[in-house]
């Protein structure tokens, strides 16, 4: 059984920082682009970072440049998000993704966050609240 569980969400103030984790199991994590997508209530899901499994290719949705960082550990199996200096609009329930890329292709289907777009599996979010 296919699971991407995701951990981390919490109350924080603006200004503040949380790290979110992904466990991923039922699938091989190193044939996978990792990532991490939000919604906020009212609003259609979005993209805002990715990690390539085969290259290590990080790309970024431009309103958490600079601030947000993925990472992955293929030991573990886990994908983290680092979120720093978060603001109102953060705001979300944080899930994480995961899209087949199998390493012997080489090179990376795509470059750009639309790695992560044509997802395979999805898992439960964690919430994030950011008050001002």
């Known amino acids: 059984e296919v699971q991407l569980q995701a951990s981390g969400g919490g109350l924080v103030q603006a200004g503040g920082s949380l790290r979110l984790s992904c466990l991923a199991s039922g699938f091989t994590f190193d044939d996978h682009a990792m990532g991490w997508f939000r919604q906020i209530p009212g609003k259609e899901r979005e993209g805002i970072a990715c990690?390539?499994?085969?290259?290590?290719?990080?790309y970024y949705e431009d309103s958490v440049k600079g601030r947000f960082t993925i990472s992955r550990d293929n030991a573990k199996d886990m994908v983290y998000l680092q979120m720093n200096n978060l603001k109102p609009e953060d705001t979300a329930v944080y899930s994480c993704?995961?899209?087949?890329?199998?390493?012997?292709?080489?090179?990376?289907?795509?470059?750009?966050?639309?790695?992560?777009?044509?997802?395979?599996?999805w898992g439960q979010g964690t919430q994030v609240t950011v008050s001002s």
């Open positions: 993704v995961a899209r087949y890329q199998p390493r012997f292709l080489g090179e990376e289907l795509f470059r750009g966050l639309e790695l992560c777009y044509d997802y395979d599996y």
């Open positions: 990690i390539s499994n085969i290259n290590g290719s990080t």
